[in-house]
Nanobody, 123 residues
């Protein structure tokens, strides 16, 4: 059985940093495509970042967020720097069993999802 669990969310001031973690069990994250998505208040879910052979980022977070993998811990991280109030959202980690050169940015391509972790950025 595959489980994906996010952690690391919280309240941070604008300009600050947070690191989200996504611990996976049942599948090896380095052999899958791992994605981060978010849903802000009153907004639809949107793509944030993903990693497989390469990595991909939404324009709104490029140069501020970094996705990485710790193979030994089977964990994916999302380092978020220079946070803005617009980054306030529930952040979800998702796992896609298809490993592609360019990671999918489409949520429907991901089979396994975590419960989400809240990130609140105060201005």
């Amino acid at each position: 059985q595959v489980h994906v669990v996010e952690s690391g969310g919280g309240l941070v001031q604008a300009g600050g940093s947070l690191r989200l973690s996504c611990a996976a069990s049942g599948r090896t994250v380095s052999r899958d495509t791992m994605g981060w998505f978010r849903q802000g208040p009153g907004k639809e879910r949107e793509f944030v970042a993903a990693i497989s052979w390469s990595s991909s980022y939404a324009d709104s977070v490029k140069d501020r967020f970094t996705v990485s993998i710790d193979n030994a811990k089977n964990t994916v991280y999302l380092q978020m720097n220079r946070l803005k109030s617009d980054d306030t959202a529930v952040y979800y980690c998702a796992q896609n069993s298809r490993f592609t050169f360019s990671p999918s940015t489409t949520g429907n391509d991901y089979e396994y999802w975590g419960q989400g972790t809240q990130v609140t950025v105060s201005s």
